[in-house]
Structure formats: C-alpha cells, structure tokens
T-cell receptor, first 117, second 114 residues
Framework: AQKITQTQPGMFVQEKEAVTLDCTYDTSDPSYGLFWYKQPSSGEMIFLIYQGSYDQQNATEGRYSLNFQKARKSANLVISASQLGDSAMYFCAMREASGGSNYKLTFGKGTLLTVNP | EPEVTQTPSHQVTQMGQEVILRCVPISNHLYFYWYRQILGQKVEFLVSFYNNEISEKSEIFDDQFSVERPDGSNFTLKIRSTKLEDSAMYFC????????????FGSGTQLSVL
C-alpha cells in the first residue's frame, strides 16, 4: 500500500486565489512527521512546512498552512494568495519514528500546480 | 542557511561505465540519504546512511550501487556499471536525527546514460 497519496496530478489556480493540495497518508506509527516540499522547474527541493503527529495546532508558514486531520489521515497544503512563482511541483512526504536509525522521507507522486495570471 | 552541496550538476556517461556522484552534507548532520527522480516522476528513496553504515536501502539499490563517507565530510554514491535506466536526477540529502527534522536537499546531479 502506498504510504503517501496525492490524488491530484495537476491543479490550476488564478493568481491571488487560494488553493488546496491534497495529501493522505498511511501509517500505524503513533509518532510521525508530515512535510511539504516545492520543486520548481529548476529542480531543487525546497522545504515548505512541517506538521508533527502530536501537534495540536495546524502548522503555518507565511502563505502556507497545513490542514491536518489526523483521524482522516490527511495533511492538505493550503496556499493563500497564489503568486505566479508558486507554479511548481509540490510533494507531500512522511517520516516515521519507527524508522529508527533511518528516518527516511517517503514521498507522494506530487501535484503540479499552475498559477494563471 | 547551511547547504548540501552536490557535484557535478550534470554527468553524461556511456552505458557500462562507472560514475561517482559527490555530496557534501551539512556538517553537524548525522543522517545522509540518496534519492533519485526520473524525469517528471516521484522522488524515490535509494539509501540511508547513519553511523558510518547503511541503515536502509531500497530494492533499487542493488549490487551496482554503493555509498561511502570516506573522510567525514564527503558522501558519495557510486554506480559501478551504468544502465540506460539509471538516467535520472540524483539528490543527496542530510538531516539531524528525529522524526521532526526536515531533510536538507542538494540541488541534484542530472545523470544521463547514453
């Protein structure tokens, strides 16, 4: 079974509008972390936001917020006031504590966001 | 902010040749990783390295692949006999320990096998 599922291969949004990118995850580990990374066309992986499984509040970082619904195992990324520079691939990823001496990140397939002027 | 450095940014090689991809992780990090991304596809885990040994490897990381941390600063990925399907972007990453620590990624090496 896939650990991270991103069901939207592509999304379009108008500049200045908000957009939600979906992510669901699968784990039996009570301790885990959820991450979002942005990959622009230049290829680098840029960390955006982190949510811990024990965090009571949804994470926010500037225009990025994470809609964390633990019972549904979802961690959707919300981008407010979209900008043209937000056009990129967005990856949801998870790190599980049971990874022990590993702590690897497992990625979803990504969502390609296009912001229209 | 500290950076993970990867060299070269592009590598072109002939099928069957050996390649070494180099990485300098962030100096106080303890966990090191290689990932690869075939064009337009997901980021795939290859191997993790901790305490001078491999802690986990994926099914992609077969006998043709090896990693080394020869001198306490560099972290290398070697592919002994490259295949066409090894063509991909290879990312090195590092982090401190703990489930909440983000991975810092290098800018990648684009490997093209001809």
């Amino acid at each position: 079974a896939q650990k991270i599922t991103q069901t939207q291969p592509g999304m379009f949004v108008q500049e200045k509008e908000a957009v939600t990118l979906d992510c669901t995850y699968d784990t039996s580990d009570p301790s885990y972390g959820l991450f979002w990374y942005k990959q622009p066309s230049s290829g680098e992986m840029i960390f955006l936001i982190y949510q811990g499984s024990y965090d009571q509040q949804n994470a926010t970082e500037g225009r990025y917020s994470l809609n964390f619904q633990k019972a549904r195992k979802s961690a959707n990324l919300v981008i407010s006031a979209s900008q043209l520079g937000d056009s990129a691939m967005y990856f949801c990823a998870m790190r599980e504590a049971s990874g022990g001496s590993n702590y690897k990140l497992t990625f979803g397939k990504g969502t390609l966001l296009t912001v229209n002027p | 902010e500290p950076e993970v450095t990867q060299t070269p940014s592009h590598q072109v090689t002939q099928m069957g040749q050996e390649v070494i991809l180099r990485c300098v992780p962030i100096s106080n990090h303890l966990y090191f990783y290689w990932y690869r991304q075939i064009l337009g596809q997901k980021v795939e885990f290859l191997v993790s390295f901790y305490n001078n040994e491999i802690s986990e490897k994926s099914e992609i990381f077969d006998d043709q692949f090896s990693v080394e941390r020869p001198d306490g600063s560099n972290f290398t990925l070697k592919i002994r006999s490259t295949k066409l399907e090894d063509s991909a972007m290879y990312f090195c990453a590092s982090s401190r320990g703990g489930v909440g620590e983000k991975l810092f990624f290098g800018s990648g090496t684009q490997l093209s096998v001809l």
